[in-house]
């Protein structure tokens, strides 16, 4: 039966296990656990734990050993994978820690074939991707250039945009900051958090680094959620 909260959860997992195989001890195993609309959470959880893991079945890349994912009100875990695929283009931002831009194209270009794979109407797309490089302070003659061209906290900022260029309802977000110095870290955890009140986008954030939870709703460490020993 569905959960009363569906429409104000961004996110539920009731009776989670995951395991790489049969043979395998879980990796996962959670209970419950919800997270509220436009909420943003910081996750936090030592390498190993478990924590890309956990963004892989939220996005709908990987599904549940057993038990329910439930993701804007969909019930993502008992999707196909096409069905998976074309919810998260349409739903959901995913930022990977290793940004995994297309190494040919531009910045410009990286953002507008993520929006390809959206809903958003063709004539407004360059015009919405060069708006949100511009906020996140990506300048214009930066636009044209190669991924392979630009710094990591550049490739950090295209990845940011593309993730939201399709204006998603939630955003999952994997470590993007473990390249950055404190100063740029901060500056850009600031940065992404008053773009995402703008466009009203639950986030949540995984990293080891417990340092960085003071700039989110909240913090939840991934060792209270999780009753199974594993590995990420």
């Known amino acids: 039966m569905p959960n009363a909260d569906t429409e104000t959860n961004a996110i539920e997992v009731n009776d989670l296990v995951f395991r790489f195989s049969a043979a395998s001890a879980p990796v996962l195993s959670i209970p419950t656990w919800q997270v509220k609309r436009g909420r943003r959470i910081f996750l936090q959880g ?3 734990s478990g924590k890309s893991t956990l963004l892989a079945l939220l996005s709908g890349l990987q599904v549940p050993t057993q038990g329910d994912v439930t993701v804007l009100g969909s019930k993502i875990s008992a999707l196909g994978t096409r069905q998976r695929d074309a919810f998260r283009a349409k739903n959901l931002g995913v930022v990977f820690q290793q940004f995994n831009l297309i190494p040919y194209l531009s910045a410009l270009e990286n953002v507008l074939l993520a929006a390809h794979f959206g809903v958003s109407g063709a004539a407004s797309l360059k015009a919405r991707a ?3 490089l511009e906020r996140v302070n990506l300048q214009p003659q930066l636009h044209a250039r190669k991924s392979t ?6 490739q950090q900022r295209v990845a940011i945009v593309r993730a939201l260029i399709n204006t998603p309802a939630l955003l999952l977000v994997d470590e993007p900051t473990s390249a950055l110095d404190h100063a740029n870290r901060d500056a850009f955890l600031a940065l992404l958090l008053e773009v995402l009140a703008e466009l009203d986008c639950a986030m949540v954030f ?8 003071r700039h989110f709703d909240s913090t939840v460490s991934l060792s209270d959620l999780n009753q199974a020993g594993g590995q990420n």
């Open 206 to 213: 995984v990293s080891h680094d417990p340092t960085l939870g």
């Open 130 to 132: 060069v708006e949100l």
């Open 149 to 154: 061209e630009l710094s990591i906290g550049q």
């Open 46 to 48: 030592e390498s190993g």
